[in-house]
């Protein structure tokens, strides 16, 4: 006979209980030993009461009552420690399940077709894979401990009755029935009362909701006492509600509490009148009376195991039905096999694509793409060109006619091959957490990984990766990263040399004509693009409490800011920099990078700063503790005034920081020499940027034109030093932050295509890839497609300037979902039909 | 050692608070509650632009507005190979606003006549604050097609002839 169930392959069709099956049987039945072994270690101690009453006590024999308590002692500490085994292994089992549910449901909804993330919330799938899916891992746990543990521990002491006396054991017993009956009809009515009470409360909550949107009706009608009536009216339903609510939450636990003290009572009546009788003894009565106690216990965990259920199948049931669907697409080769390689010819022939409501996107699409030819999708909007690009790489499904990539039917190929041979770029796409060099190795590494690729196989080199950097225009962004960012003292030593000597180069040949937008590190002047913590240092820390954010908690420089009459007036300005930041940022929801930019408060410390800014509406500033003075000079520290415009440098302070500049290096020199080194010309500063290293000063402005400038002088220097290369891989190191969002769309959709590029696959399809970018890098990228791409890739290319499809093989024109005209850019024009039309109309519309 | 007498325009007054009242009187904005102006405000960076210097060219990406708060900025609009110039503009002037509503290309070429400072707000910025306040969208929209409105109202009013000879539609009805 077969012992396990047939559990269905596709997930959303599998029950609650075949996670069970799927669990770690093997330490599901250590399990079950352990249950056994429990139950009699708990029914144990029963026999030993009525030993150590009636023979102990009974026949004064003191030996058999150390014994018996021994005993008794032995299975109290060993249920005690297979309790524990039973709860730990539970939790493995259930969590073990859990991280299985939780691995193939992640596998799952990655497979779902494009149609279900469209109606998807991100929030529902977030919620569903981290929080709901825990009460079934909860429940895979307990379902073979909880039950039969405490069916076992029920039946064991109720034989155990039977045994001792099979009539008290029966009249015990009988109040349960009763219970059964009583206790859910209660329980029943409390559902109905807690229902009215959650429906009251929402009334309620809407009311109050609306008041508060309307209160400058409120307030121009003076209406308070119409507001506070009807407000009366639901506050006093919901008092009634609760009331009855209560009430039968309370006659649940009280019913629950007689059934279980009428018990005892019921056994010393009929007990006590057999014990008198001499048909009962003593220690038979007390084993009776424990075991009846502990009967309660299995049967409570029972009830919450029920419950446990209840909830698991009720959230797995919610999350298999909200997931249900199949993946339109092969996700590999039944039989795995090498990758196949396609030359890049694509067919389409009558493609249509429905749509729920029986729309149709694709109306019979035709299109015949010879290996590397390269084709523009044109069109009005709405017209179907990114549907269709979209069809050919199997980010939809057509519904009806055939389309081809080498003459496999792009339908039923594993989405694997299409991987292998088709490079995407779409028009927003989408950018990972990590480096940029993550980034531009995403779809390699995609690829590495399914084969199983390991090492260095199959990645390109730094070489490679500055090439498509540079061909798609990343180049001055990656540049920009590598220059802006900080080196650690001792590491890239022979870097820091190099760049003092860019320094010395730059500052000959370009330092006076940029005068106007650098800062230079200048010791007798304040410096605005630099923060309060540089400006008093000046100079590269030599010890680690030196180091600027180390700096409010070093007693040396605490104490020099009091001295240099500096602390009061830094909390200050601490203090005007949170209430401002907070004033401003409070409202605004899940705030990224970009709204820290221009204050000194860090992301993830706005939180902090918010509770401090509250105390600070409450305590005065000298009153603050020493922590929140802490908070508020790291702030002032590092203010930096041309940045952090919300609050302004008065001239006091910055005449006192000013001198405090002079006192603290006179202070260095004679209480720590060496602590920290002063800025030279000759030296490099550490705490700097590159960029800063090579300026020695800082860029005033963010105008990219200035940057631009700036760069594009530094990087004949870095060649000169033949330095470039290994700055850029520091760019390349780059972290784009969560979804990319410290990258601009323009330098996304650069990564994008680099990306692509990278992948140098036989088919690209680019979907408005190049929307985001500025006329120069259009041009750049279009002239790419022209010249380096050209016979080597097919490309279809869904686009919206028709400026940039002249030499385009071919041009397909689109029109409410079907091609209207194919040809060459100069046969179309000169047909004077639809694209004739899109290039001359009167407003442009592609 | 001497105070520093260069200390940057932007620095001697309190740029933030400028930069609010500047942002509440413009129309676009007209209607967005302050807490999101604020916001705005504290995006929103000077930037100056020597004479001659191009503030955003003719068929770029409009991907910022400006706010001119010193100097003087000339207008221009390339046909072929004639240019059709605007008179000049001083501080006060605002423009780039409908470019941080959507991607567009800017259909006139601005430069500095004279060293010019201006205010200048990122679309980026913008539409990361506007996605974050959705209840601005509306407003902003009610503004652009009043906006869209009053203007053709006031053109068709004085070029009512030559719009009846072209059979020019206009952007009301679009």
Known sequence: MKLRPDIPDVLYKRSLFSWVWTSNLKLQSVLLVIIVVTVAVRVLPLEMQKKIINQAIGLKRLDLLVMYCGYYLACVVAASGLKLAINALQNYIGQESLTDLRKKLYAHILTLPMSFFRKASPGMVVSSLVAEVANTGEFVGQAVAVPVTNLLTLLAFAGYLFYLNPLMALISMALYPIAILVIPALQRRANAANKERVDTGRKLSTMIGETISGIHEIHANASFRLENKRFGAWADKLFKVRVVWNLYKFA????????????????????????????????????????????????????????????????????????QGDPEFLEEPEEPRPAVALDGAVTARDVVLEVPGGIQLLKGVSLDVNPGEQVALVGFSGSGKSTLALCLCQILKYTAGTAKLSGLDIDAMPKSDIADNVGVVSQHPFIFEGSIKDNLLYSINARREAHGVTGEEGLPSLDEIIAVVQQVGLFADVLRFALNSVFKEGKKEHLVKKVVRVREAYLAGHGESLAGSVEFFDPSRYLYYSSVGEN?????????????????????????????????????????????????????????????????????????????????????????SAEDERLLLTLALRFTPGIHTIVTLSPILEGLLLSGRAMFADRVATDMPGAVTFFRREDYLYPMTVMDNILFGRVKTTSPKVLDQIQKTIVSLLIEEDMLERILEIGLDFQVGTNGDRLSGGQQQKVAIARAFLKEPPILILDEATSALDNASQTRIQNLLENKWKGRSTVISVVHRLDTIKNFDKVAVMKAGRIVETGSYAELMDKKGMLYELVHGSAPRA | MSLSTDQPQGLKSCGFNECLDILRELPVFSGVPLDVIKVLAYLSGRETFDAGEALCEQGEALDRCFYVLSGEVAMDRRIGDCAVTLPRRGPGQFFGGLGLLAPAKALFSVHAVADAECLVLTKEKFQKTAERFPDVWPKILGNVVGHVFRWEEAFLAAHAKECAETGEMGLSLF
Do not use: C
């Open chain 1, 536 to 624: 008093l240092i000046f100079g590269t820390p030599r010890q680690p409490d030196f180091e600027p954010e180390r700096l409010t908690g070093n007693a040396f420089f605490i104490g020099f800011l009091h001295d240099a009459g500096l602390k009061m007036l830094l909390m200050q300005t601490g203090a005007e920099l949170t209430s401002r930041t907070v004033d401003i940022l409070k409202d605004v929801p899940s705030p990224d990078a970009v709204f820290f930019e221009q204050t000194p408060i860090m992301a993830e410390e706005f939180e902090t700063y918010r509770d401090l800014a509250g105390r600070l509406g409450r305590v005065r500033l000298h009153k603050l």
């Open chain 1, 252 to 323: 649940i636990k009280v019913s629950n509490n007689f059934f279980q003290n009428l018990g005892p009572f019921v056994l010393f009546l009929v007990g006590g009148y057999l014990a008198i009788n001499g048909r009962f003894d003593l220690g038979a009565l007390v084993a009776f009376l424990s075991a009846n106690e502990k009967l309660y216990d299995p049967w409570k965990e029972l009830m919450d195991f029920y419950q446990t259920y209840q909830d698991a199948s009720v959230s797995y049931d919610r999350i298999m039905e909200y997931f």
